[in-house]
């Protein structure tokens, strides 16, 4: 298990581990409340808001110190629900195979037929916006993927010894699945959890720029779209200063998460060794 | 068939499951009537057909829909058949030209790395086409938008014409909407080349192997011919597969493409309806999105059978 052989997962790992440490530090780090008006507004970078500010006078360091903690909690909560769905589902399709199989995975290509953004930006605009509803909304959007994925690993898991053994000695449907199906395909589900946690923070700031994030919570999409939908100010460079480092925040945990499947690949799963990227 | 089907009910169902209506949306932007009038109301949503059971309004729902009439727009109060229509060729216009430009890089690139997997030119492609894809597509747009139509002027800055042009000859038109398509359908396509390369690169790393290329080194075959005709032909096939999977990804992005640029087409018009809860328009915009990417699936698997004889036997 050595990250070394993959410089690009070690990348992967160290930017993922900043956010990370950022956002659960983020009240100590923050030099002022995201939400008081700190300064004067449009202030360029300087001594005391080292990242200037915003309209009103907001100190931007602080919100893109509690931005990455909002981002974080919302990928890594939108993906749990992902992949725990989706494995139980998957799982339970290939397990018990005929016409349950035939039926779900029917459901999961229709899922998976449906663009993600609109239906999102649909459901996310009825429901309305809080947390709590994105991170929902795109970890139910993505299951069918994960489901795909797990069930085609349990059918070729499925007729191995050690779960034929299993079930000679009585287990059932549940205790297969927990002990001896997860556990197999572990290295499968962290690379899945992975991939989709990039796409999560991706589709979070999507959601948030098109207006429909939390509106009182802290975001980095959310900063973009109060700095676009500015009137009068676009394209100055006031407004860039209050659009860079917003938008390089999600390109880096983006990249963050990318590198680290990329890397985690070839660790994770010997078999692709062969093809995979080095 | 079943995927369409299920896709209008869900289109159906989904805006009525949830908190929030098209009534009050109008009320409360009216201004005066801001105060609760229930007669108001009560008119309103009679008007609308909002207060008869779902099911009625499901059946009327699909009558409609197969007589192509998807409704009135509670906003704009015109027919939503003709915005939709009047929007979808810029939409389709821009996710063609964004894909055509994305797999002509994407497909290049991915060649010239798969075949020369691991060395320098493999693994700094991967790192460049990996960060273009982290790059958020509307961070990258407004990046454009200020380097190229602000800071150089090269290209107009919004919009899909240019408004009250004088000159209605062809050509100028044409090269009017040229323009303004240009800096939209390269960002989309910079942000759908990664997807393609990869795809690429992937396919031609499993046929570097094959034994039909060591036979073909062995007569004696130019690397060119064996890495474009033999190589590449055999990789296409999984990219082709996978192009109709990243259509999904294309009209995702072009929403928020097009929110960036102003560009007139069906994603902004979507972003527009939801700030409105717009329901007639919001579905539409759903619907024709959505069936736009299920006939591409349709157009892609045809094609696979093009190019793969072993699937038409």
Not at chain 2, 110 to 123: F, I, K, L, P
Request: charged share 15%; hydrophobic share 55%.
């Amino acid at each position: 298990m050595s990250m070394r052989r993959s410089p690009l997962g070690v990348i992967g790992a160290v930017l993922i581990g900043v956010v990370a440490v950022v956002a659960a530090l983020a009240p100590l780090l923050a030099p002022y409340d995201p939400h008081a008006l700190a300064g004067d507004s449009l202030q360029p970078p300087s001594s005391r808001h080292l990242l200037g500010t915003n309209n009103l006078g907001q100190d931007l360091l602080s919100q893109i110190i509690w931005g990455a903690r909002s981002s974080l909690v919302v990928a890594v909560a939108a993906a749990t629900v992902a992949v725990v769905l989706g494995t139980a589902v998957g799982a339970t399709a290939g397990m018990l195979g005929g016409v349950v199989d035939a039926a779900v995975m029917r459901v999961v290509d229709v899922a998976l037929a449906v663009p993600r953004l609109p239906l999102l930006v649909l459901v996310a605009a009825l429901a309305g916006a809080s947390r709590t509803s994105v991170t929902l909304v795109i970890g139910l959007l993505t299951w069918p993927v994960v489901a795909r994925l797990v069930r085609s690993q349990t059918l070729s898991l499925r007729g191995r010894g050690f779960i034929h053994a299993a079930r000679g000695f009585g287990g059932g449907l549940p205790y297969i699945v927990r002990r001896h199906l997860v556990p197999a395909l572990g290295p499968v589900l962290v690379a899945t959890f992975v991939a989709i946690s990039a796409n999560a923070v991706l589709l979070e700031a999507s959601l948030a720029f098109l207006g429909l994030g939390d509106p009182a919570g802290m975001s980095w999409g959310l900063i973009l779209n109060r700095a676009l939908l500015h009137p009068g100010l676009y394209f100055t460079s006031a407004w860039l200063w209050w659009v860079l480092p917003a938008g390089f925040a999600i390109t880096l945990s983006v990249l963050g998460f990318t590198f680290l499947g990329v890397g985690l690949e070839p660790v994770l799963n010997p078999r692709w060794r062969r093809v995979g990227p080095s | 068939m079943v995927t369409v089907f299920a896709l209008v009910t869900l289109n159906f169902l989904l805006p009525r499951a949830m908190p929030g209506d098209p009534v009050s949306a109008l009320v409360d932007a009216g201004g005066p009537a801001r105060v609760q009038d229930d007669a108001l109301r009560a008119e309103l949503a009679e008007y609308y057909g909002l207060d008869r059971p779902l099911a009625v309004q499901y059946g009327q729902y699909l009558g409609d829909l197969v007589r192509g009439e998807l409704g009135t727009s509670i906003r704009y109060n015109v027919p939503v058949a003709s915005l939709v229509l009047a929007r979808l060729p810029w939409t389709l216009l821009l996710i063609s030209a964004g894909m055509a430009i994305a797999v002509l890089i994407g497909w290049i690139g991915g060649v010239h790395s798969g075949w020369r997997r691991g060395r320098g030119v493999d693994r700094g492609l991967l790192v460049f086409f990996l960060t273009l894809k982290a790059f958020p597509v509307f961070f990258v747009g407004s990046l454009a938008l200020v380097v190229f139509a602000v800071k150089l002027g090269w290209f107009p800055l919004a919009g899909t014409r240019t408004p009250f042009a004088e000159d209605e000859a062809l050509l100028s038109t044409i090269a009017d909407v040229l323009h303004h398509l240009a800096l939209p359908a390269l960002v989309l396509a910079l942000d759908f080349a990664a997807s393609q390369y990869l795809v690429m690169r992937a396919g031609m790393v499993s046929e570097l192997g094959a034994d039909y290329l060591v036979l073909g080194r062995a007569k004696g075959l130019r690397e060119r011919q064996l890495k474009f005709r033999y190589a590449a032909r055999n990789a296409l096939l999984p990219a082709v597969t996978l192009l109709a999977l990243h259509m999904g990804f294309a009209v995702t992005h072009s929403i928020l493409v097009e929110t960036v640029f102003a560009y007139q087409g069906l994603g902004r018009l979507l972003f527009e309806a939801v700030a409105f809860r717009d329901y007639p328009t919001l579905q539409a915009c759903f619907l024709v999105l959505t069936l736009v990417v299920v006939s591409a699936n349709f157009l892609a698997d045809a094609l696979y059978r093009r190019l793969d004889p072993r699937v038409a036997a």
